[in-house]
């Protein structure tokens, strides 16, 4: 795309709003496309969030030579976390933001893996052979805080602002003073609330998530699921596993007795890989969150020139492992956008053309996939159903 011109509020290194552009020979005059006033700086755009999504819609927009600014409303980034899943759309979507190599080289292939009873009996293998045989590639593990950690050096010193938060209320006044808005900001995001009202919240999905990791290492995936609960374990960097589990229960609950104890009474008496991960666990060590997806699935995903992406655009429930993909493929495909249209309007309608379709319908999926994995009777029917999904063929890779 042409770059669009406005005069930008900000320098896209980090520098508040308000402030005047670094000058550098970036800045040279370039044209403008019709309908916009030319002007002598590069086009400018706002990231609110510095998530995996928003980092990685930053390094791609700078790459084009945009100038951008990010904005964080938590005070640093997050410290620790559990492994992600990268599939292989996604590890492509890291290396057209040059950094894939390293995703690779520091996350741990996922080498086999399968589904099983609480027995330990399988219900299903996982194809990874013909995952990699498919695209070329496998699905990486990596953590979060390992993840946020290669795109915050990608992106570059200072490239994120923290302690900024964003109310939906600003949205006018970004818009005036940048030519693009990026609502990167979560799963509660109120950018979404603000541009398209309070039924485009999250919801609550039914059942509570615990994860953590734990000292040790092994070589496979695996997800056991019993009477509406579930337990995975998976590989991580550094010598850790990662695990998560599953349950039905109220919103906003919690354990008296602690969650170490709490999984212990829902799991205890499952297979011995199970019993080896809670037999580890400590308190302090494992985080309990409520899940939540947007139920009511957004009409589109910009509204003028604030457009939405991640979490913030299709937050889904996390069965199908796809959240953090889904981000890097909406950063990828907006800067795609945005080089090839003519301007901003036209580049945000083609992004969500391509976008939309396509996450709502994992969103689908996903949602189907935590009903199943919630139903308590009839539960070797239930398998039998996740066993074909799988010989049919899984989520795209």
Same mark, same amino acid.
């Not at 938590?74 to 057209?96: C, I, M, V």
């Not at 080289?105 to 027995?119: E, K, S, V």
């Not at 390992?146 to 795109?151: H, M, Q, Y």
């Not at 509406?228 to 919103?251: C, K, L, S, V, Y």
């Given at each position: *795309?042409?770059?669009?011109?406005?005069?930008?509020?900000?320098?896209?290194?980090?520098?508040?709003?308000?402030?005047?552009? #670094?000058?550098?020979?970036?800045?040279?005059?370039?044209?403008?496309?019709?309908?916009?006033?030319?002007?002598?700086?590069?086009?400018?755009?706002?990231?609110?969030?510095?998530?995996?999504?928003?980092?990685?819609?930053?390094?791609?927009?700078?790459?084009?030579?945009?100038?951008?600014?990010?904005?964080?409303?938590?005070?640093?980034?997050?410290?620790?976390?559990?492994?992600?899943? /990268?599939?292989?759309?996604? /590890?492509?979507?890291?290396?057209?933001?040059?950094?894939?190599?390293?995703?690779?080289?520091?996350?741990?292939?996922?080498?086999?893996?399968? $589904?099983?009873?609480?027995?330990?009996?399988?219900?299903?293998?996982?194809?990874?052979?013909?995952?990699?045989?498919?695209?070329?590639?496998?699905?990486?593990?990596?953590?979060?805080?390992?993840?946020?950690?290669?795109?915050?050096?990608?992106?570059?010193?200072?490239?994120?602002? $923290?302690?900024?938060?964003?109310?939906?209320?600003?949205?006018?006044?970004?818009?005036?003073?940048?030519?693009?808005?990026?609502?990167?900001?979560?799963?509660?995001?109120?950018?979404?609330?603000?541009?398209?009202?309070?039924?485009?919240?999250?919801?609550?999905?039914?059942?509570?998530?615990?994860?953590?990791?734990?000292?040790?290492?092994?070589?496979?995936?695996?997800?056991?699921?019993?009477?509406?609960?579930?337990?995975?374990?998976?590989?991580?960097?550094?010598?850790?596993?990662?695990?998560?589990?599953?349950?039905?229960?109220?919103?906003?609950?919690?354990?008296?007795?602690?969650?170490?104890?709490?999984?212990?009474?829902?799991?205890?008496?499952? #297979?011995?890989?199970?019993?080896?991960?809670?037999?580890?666990?400590?308190?302090?060590?494992?985080?309990?969150?409520?899940?939540?997806?947007?139920?009511?699935?957004?009409?589109?995903?910009?509204?003028?020139?604030?457009?939405?992406?991640?979490?913030?655009? #299709?937050? *889904?429930?996390?069965?199908?492992?796809?959240?953090? =993909?889904?981000?890097?493929?909406?950063?990828?495909?907006?800067?795609?956008?945005?080089?090839?249209?003519?301007?901003?309007?036209?580049?945000?309608?083609?992004?969500?053309?391509?976008?939309?379709?396509?996450?709502?319908?994992?969103?689908?999926?996903?949602?189907? *996939?935590?009903? *199943?994995?919630?139903?308590?009777? =009839?539960?070797?029917?239930?398998?039998?159903?996740?066993?074909?999904?799988?010989?049919?063929?899984?989520?795209?890779?």
């Amino acid at each position: *795309m042409k770059p669009p011109v406005v005069t930008p509020s900000s320098s896209g290194s980090g520098t508040c709003p308000g402030q005047p552009p #670094h000058s550098s020979p970036e800045d040279a005059p370039k044209p403008a496309p019709a309908g916009r006033s030319s002007s002598a700086v590069r086009p400018s755009a706002v990231v609110i969030g510095g998530g995996i999504g928003g980092l990685a819609t930053a390094i791609a927009l700078r790459s084009d030579g945009w100038q951008v600014d990010v904005l964080e409303r938590a005070d640093a980034a997050p410290p620790a976390g559990t492994a992600l899943g /990268l599939w292989p759309s996604a /590890l492509a979507a890291l290396d057209a933001l040059g950094i894939g190599t390293a995703v690779r080289n520091l996350g741990r292939p996922q080498t086999g893996g399968a $589904f099983l009873r609480p027995d330990g009996r399988r219900i299903a293998v996982l194809d990874v052979a013909g995952l990699a045989r498919r695209t070329g590639d496998a699905v990486h593990l990596l953590s979060r805080p390992a993840l946020l950690g290669l795109l915050h050096d990608a992106a570059g010193p200072g490239a994120v602002r $923290f302690g900024a938060p964003v109310d939906g209320g600003r949205l006018p006044a970004l818009e005036a003073a940048y030519d693009l808005v990026i609502a990167a900001d979560g799963l509660n995001s109120r950018a979404r609330t603000a541009l398209f009202g309070p039924a485009y919240r999250a919801v609550y999905a039914g059942a509570t998530g615990w994860r953590g990791t734990v000292t040790g290492d092994i070589g496979t995936y695996t997800e056991t699921w019993g009477e509406g609960r579930r337990f995975g374990i998976t590989p991580q960097e550094g010598g850790r596993t990662n695990w998560f589990a599953a349950a039905p229960e109220p919103p906003g609950a919690r354990s008296p007795d602690g969650e170490p104890a709490a999984l212990r009474a829902r799991f205890g008496h499952w #297979h011995a890989a199970v019993r080896d991960i809670l037999d580890r666990l400590e308190e302090g060590e494992v985080l309990r969150h409520d899940l939540y997806h947007l139920d009511l699935p957004l009409p589109r995903y910009f509204s003028g020139r604030t457009v939405l992406l991640g979490d913030a655009a #299709h937050a *889904m429930t996390p069965d199908l492992g796809r959240g953090a =993909c889904e981000a890097l493929l909406d950063a990828v495909e907006l800067a795609s956008a945005l080089r090839a249209a003519p301007d901003i309007p036209s580049a945000l309608r083609a992004y969500d053309a391509k976008r939309r379709p396509a996450t709502q319908r994992l969103a689908r999926t996903a949602r189907a *996939m935590n009903r *199943m994995a919630r139903v308590r009777r =009839c539960t070797g029917a239930r398998n039998a159903v996740l066993r074909a999904a799988l010989t049919i063929g899984g989520p795209p890779p």
